[in-house]
């Protein structure tokens, strides 16, 4: 059964961090570009940061450039994303999502994700 787990979220102070994790079962992640998306109440979903397969290439969103950054073990079927000087406009669910790609290619768009985890909760009070 494929799977994406995602783990890592809770409440923190305005500043703080937060690292999440997107752990998958039921199939090799070595192929598979991630993304990370976050939606806030009332608001709809974006794209916050997108690496490839091989992990050689990562996009981020405007909003996060230089705070949050995305990684990989693929020995270990996980991706992470470590969250830094988090903003309480940070604060939404995040979902990782996992589409088959080429060990360069990055895909930053929704629609181009097949998997996706059921979300983690990240709350930052101000």
């Known amino acids: 059964q494929v799977q994406l787990v995602e783990s890592g979220g809770g409440l923190v102070q305005s500043g703080g961090s937060l690292r999440l994790s997107c752990a998958a079962s039921g199939f090799a992640l070595d192929y598979y570009a991630i993304g990370w998306f976050r939606q806030a109440p009332g608001k709809e979903r974006e794209g916050v940061s997108c690496i490839s397969s091989s992990g050689r290439s990562a996009h981020y969103a405007d909003s996060v450039k230089g705070r949050f950054t995305i990684d990989r073990d693929n020995a270990k079927n996980t991706v992470y994303m470590q969250m830094n000087s988090l903003k309480p406009e940070d604060t939404a669910v995040y979902y990782c999502?996992?589409?088959?790609?080429?060990?360069?290619?990055?895909?930053?768009?929704?629609?181009?994700?097949?998997?996706w985890g059921e979300g983690t909760q990240g709350t930052v009070s101000s």
């Open positions: 999502a996992a589409a088959w790609a080429s060990a360069i290619e990055v895909l930053c768009n929704a629609d181009e994700y097949e998997f």
